[in-house]
């Protein structure tokens, strides 16, 4: 397997979790689609990948409605404790509809580069469409892939920055995960991973569980997808806690890593430093 660098090819409140590089070489048949590129496809997760495609096109309508729009706000805080700055080589890993590259496309400029991976095509084509809709000149930077959390396709050390918006929680191999984004990143750079938070707070917890069940399905349930967001309060539920996530980091190598929470506990932002 190649790897993208310098000895290879360029390379809500309650809803936002269920939640590209040069030119890669050339996909197999069938592979490629308009506006993004598919250099390995995820070999896990199948069934998560088609749950996410099924939610694509109403996506971001669910996330603003849910969150009363609060989301955007968490977002830009994962992007700003990310430390990705004007020129920097970022990684925007599960990045679904796009919303994180966007703000890290701005940070970044022009001279900057941004890879934003995906294991669902649909997201991608969504992000795709989204960049085509709302264009910016920096947005030029940005390139989406089809690929796998578990296995980048880039050399080590390759990235300024890495995020991770409401994705952590949906990979199968989280510890996996963490190696590669300890990888990926230079010494010293910082990853930022905003999710659900897994509070211990009887109270929070009980809040999630509340408007999960009274909000956020029946919401959902209008648009068809009843079964595809009662995943989310079982993913809370098997997620880790602030604490937790400091440890995995720091097993996968990280020298420092502090769990924040946000939105009164609801959400939380993990900030390692390689």
């Not at 400029?109 to 991976?117: H, I, K, P, Q, R």
């Not at 408007?211 to 648009?223: Q, R, W």
Request: charge should be positive; aromatic fraction near 10%.
């Amino acid at each position: 397997m190649w790897r993208v660098g310098a000895n290879g090819p360029p390379m809500a409140a309650l809803t936002a979790a269920i939640s590209s590089t040069p030119a890669a070489p050339s996909p197999a048949p069938g592979a490629r689609r308009r506006g993004f590129s598919v250099v390995r496809c995820s070999s896990a997760a199948d069934e998560r990948r088609a749950l996410f495609s099924r939610i694509a096109p109403i996506y971001d309508h669910l996330n603003d409605v849910l969150s009363l729009g609060q989301h955007r706000t968490w977002k830009r805080i994962c992007v700003s404790w990310s430390r990705a700055k004007r020129g920097d080589r970022v990684l925007d890993l599960c990045c679904g509809s796009g919303d994180l590259a966007f703000l890290l496309s701005q940070k970044v400029g022009l001279d900057g580069e941004v890879m934003a991976v995906d294991f669902s095509s649909q997201q991608l084509q969504t992000a795709a469409n989204r960049q085509d809709q709302r264009w910016k000149p920096c947005y030029k930077n940005i390139k989406w892939i089809e690929g796998d959390a578990l296995d980048l396709p880039f050399t080590d050390c390759y990235f300024d920055a890495v995020t991770v918006g409401y994705g952590l929680r949906n990979v199968v191999d989280k510890s996996k995960a963490m190696q590669e984004i300890f990888r990926v990143l230079k010494p010293g750079s910082r990853a930022s991973i905003l999710d659900f938070n897994k509070s211990s707070s009887l109270f929070t917890t009980s809040l999630q569980s509340w408007m999960i069940d009274n909000v956020v399905v029946p919401l959902a349930s209008g648009y068809g997808l009843t079964e595809e967001y009662k995943y989310l309060k079982s993913s809370i539920s098997q997620y880790l806690t602030g604490e937790e996530l400091e440890k995995l980091v720091q097993e996968a190598g990280f020298s420092a890593a502090k769990h924040y929470e946000l939105g009164g506990g609801l959400m939380g932002n993990l900030v390692a430093t390689r």
